[in-house]
């Protein structure tokens, strides 16, 4: 299988090298990896240059035009310059991955053979480990049937169908209810477990991350229950407790009323409704 990988990168001198090695001595090698360096300030994009030099394999695409560091929606932008550089019909498999991450040697070639013995499978991806009390342990950020945004691996012809990914926070669980929407499979694979350097939300506070989440609420549709039971969800699993899932709350509730501002098809929130209802019960009643 043809496998393109994109990497979207802002000022990541520290770790790119480690990422691009990492890769590098996959067993299963890549075909291309497309690395976005997305206005970087620091040496990345000298680094990378040398990169594309060392391997030609790897193709850098710069954007000046970047703003400050930020998560959800430049983000996909940045990846989405790696797509419009690229005929991804060219490929079988497109990854989305963070700058930051050291890969075991078999990642790819594990990811490969899940997708060649389901055609119905349409997303898959292992599982990030952080540094915590000197031991590399996994950060459980999400449920176990999620596949985290630093590395996401799609089936070209799946990604295709939903019209890539969606710039707007709440990206990474927008493209998961869209493949499911049109029938493809998800497979997370616990066994691989993939070096993350860095702590998911380590530049935000709680209350500017509850006030994100509330937004990723509002953009993937979220009724005025589900909405409601996500942000208590919240203030049960995340630090301070309860108070963050009242805010979480309160920021939900101060967009829900912005009918407007739907990033979704009506057709499309009401499976995600259903989806996350059908969830909710299963899991508690």
């Known amino acids: 299988m043809r496998h393109l990988a994109i990497i979207p990168a802002f000022n990541e001198e520290k770790n790119i090298g480690k990422t691009i090695e990492s890769i590098a001595s996959q067993t299963q090698p890549l075909t291309r990896l497309i690395i ?18 060392k391997y ?32 991804i019909e060219n490929y079988d498999i497109i990854s989305k991955f ?16 899940v997708f060649s013995a389901d055609s119905a ?20 950020i ?16 799946a990604f295709l169908q939903m019209n890539g990914l969606r710039e707007f926070m709440g990206w990474d669980s927008a ?49 005025l229950l589900i909405g409601s039971i996500s942000s208590i969800k919240r203030g049960l699993v995340y630090s301070p407790y309860i108070i963050s899932g009242l805010v979480t709350w309160f920021f939900f509730i101060l967009q829900y009323g912005n009918m407007v501002d739907k990033k979704l098809d009506p057709q499309v929130i009401k499976f995600i409704r259903r989806y996350r209802l059908s969830s909710i019960f299963k899991k508690y009643v």
Request: glycine share 8%.
């Open 36 to 53: 976005v360096n997305d206005g970087s300030t620091d040496n990345t994009g000298q680094l990378l240059e040398n990169y594309a030099k």
């Open 121 to 140: 499978l349409g997303l898959s991806g292992g599982t990030c480990i952080i540094m915590n009390n000197n031991d590399w342990k996994e950060e459980v």
């Open 175 to 223: 493209d998961e209810f869209l493949l499911r929407y049109y029938g493809w499979k998800i497979k997370r694979i616990d066994s691989l477990q993939v070096k993350h350097f860095r702590h998911t939300n380590h530049l935000n506070g709680w209350v500017k991350t509850s006030k994100l989440n509330a937004k990723v609420f509002h953009n993937l549709g979220y009724g």
């Open 56 to 87: 030609s394999w790897i193709k850098i695409v710069h954007n000046k035009n970047k703003d400050p560091r930020s998560t959800g929606a430049k983000i996909v932008q940045a990846f989405n310059l790696g797509v419009d550089s690229e005929n």
């Open 98 to 113: 963070d700058a930051d991450l050291e890969f075991p040697k078999n990642y790819f070639q594990k990811i490969i053979s």
């Open 142 to 157: 999400s449920k176990n049937d999620h596949i985290r945004g630093a590395l996401k691996s799609y089936k070209v012809k």
